[in-house]
Nanobody
Framework: QVQLVESGGGSVQVGGSLRLSCQASGYTYSTFFCMGWFRQTPGKEREGIAR???????DYGDSMKGRFTISRDNAKTTLYLQMNSLKPEDTAMYYCAASNGSVCSLQEAIFPYWGQGTQVTVSS
């Protein structure tokens, strides 16, 4: 059974930084060809932040480019999201997702496995 557990969320002031982690277990990690981060606020659709392939190829949502960095440690089966220059509009529940398919994109539909989320709150 696949489990994805996010951590690292919390409250931070505008301009601050946070590093989210997502620990994967219960599956052969190398088959997680694609992993990604998404976020959602109440009443809004889930938004793709960034995705990374097993080989390290990345892609970002337009509003995150330059501020967020996705990375993965395949030896530790862990996915990371470094978030800098945080803004109030970054306040959301952040989710990691994983896929063992052959396509890696920021489309939510390709990810069958999801974590429970970690809350990020940015205050001014």
């Amino acid at each position: 059974q696949v489990q994805l557990v996010e951590s690292g969320g919390g409250s931070v002031q505008v301009g601050g930084s946070l590093r989210l982690s997502c620990q994967a277990s219960g599956y052969t990690y190398s088959t997680f060809f694609c992993m990604g981060w998404f976020r959602q606020t109440p009443g809004k659709e889930r938004e793709g932040i960034a995705r990374i392939s097993f080989g390290g190829t990345t892609d970002y949502g337009d509003s995150m480019k330059g501020r967020f960095t996705i990375s993965r440690d395949n030896a530790k089966t862990t996915l990371y999201l470094q978030m800098n220059s945080l803004k109030p509009e970054d306040t959301a529940m952040y989710y990691c997702a994983a896929s063992n398919g052959s396509v890696c994109s920021l489309q939510e539909a390709i990810f069958p496995y999801w974590g429970q989320g970690t809350q990020v709150t940015v205050s001014s």
